[in-house]
DNA sequence: CTAGAGTAGTTGAGCACTCAAAGTTTACCA
DNA sequence: TGGTAAACTTTGAGTGCTCAACTACTCTAG
């Protein structure tokens, strides 16, 4: 938990405070652009974010401010709202995900190796509450 | 890091938060039962918890008025106070402590064998920045 | 013995999140 | 068809932490 911790506050200072992002942040201008039409359900983001659905409506907040998502309403049902990626959204998303990415690739080389680094994955993987895929590597 | 988010939630939810502990109110009485004299300096708990300095003086704060630590004045160095557990503090870390490894334990068999925890902790160990023995099983 | 640097701790402001409660829309079933 | 349960989201209040700036003490070198 405090390996976390640490390693998260690391990796957000190199690259992403500097533009005024959290991991949150980055990790939903991700999912939002691999996501089919690069739009997911507040739900949706709940379940990849583990945020609670408000934590998830204050992210957007400053994502729409900072106008890198927009808001676009649901034909067929009125109680969703897309948070669909701008191209301003996806632009940053390029800038910084290359540079987040090499600096998190960076530091696990030279301490783990590449099998190691899949093991590791793996066990994190099956302890409980916690699907495959919530790795944003 | 998502995996601990949740994880973390769970074990508070279950034993901790009845009391009015944080993860990190029970990991303080822990390191401070273990230390000898049942006393640490601050900056001992700003290493031990990964915590910045103002985080472990509001943590303290809370625990002091709970009844379950106290500030001693440290002869010799005027700049430290020591935190000290209290017999209150040592008798619900006894209470929540039991419950709460015994949840953490059941929590990882089942799906991790003895081996597979050992060599998590290893992996998660190598992690930079991150030292061993900062896991509180 | 004094100036500077270093160490220990606190404080105020702010941030990202949580919980509980609510509003609104949709689905299901008698 | 109407009523109730469920799904999706927001809001207000509160929490646990961080950062930056500060005070207070101690050590070291000249």
């Avoid at 976390?4 to 949150?24: D, H, M, S, V, Y």
């Avoid at 969703?80 to 696990?108: D, I, M, P, Y």
């Avoid at 099956?126 to 790795?135: E, F």
Wanted: proline residues 3%; aromatic residues 2%; hydrophobic residues 35%.
């Amino acid at each position: 938990m405090r390996a976390q911790a640490i390693l998260r506050r690391e990796l957000e200072a190199e690259t992403l405070t500097p533009r005024g992002l959290t991991i949150n942040d980055f990790e939903t201008l991700l999912h939002l652009s691999k996501a089919e039409g690069q739009r997911l359900r507040r739900t949706d983001l709940v379940g990849r974010l583990m945020l609670t659905p408000s934590g998830v409506t204050r992210l957007l907040e400053g994502l729409n401010e900072a106008g890198l998502t927009e808001n676009h309403e649901c034909d067929g049902d009125a109680r969703v709202t897309w948070a669909q990626l701008t191209s301003a959204g996806a632009e940053t998303l390029e800038c910084v995900g290359v540079n987040h990415t090499k600096r998190l690739r960076s530091l696990f080389r030279g301490t783990l190796s590449e099998d190691e680094v899949a093991q590791l994955s793996e066990l994190l993987g099956r302890l409980p509450g916690v699907g495959p895929g919530s790795c944003a590597g």
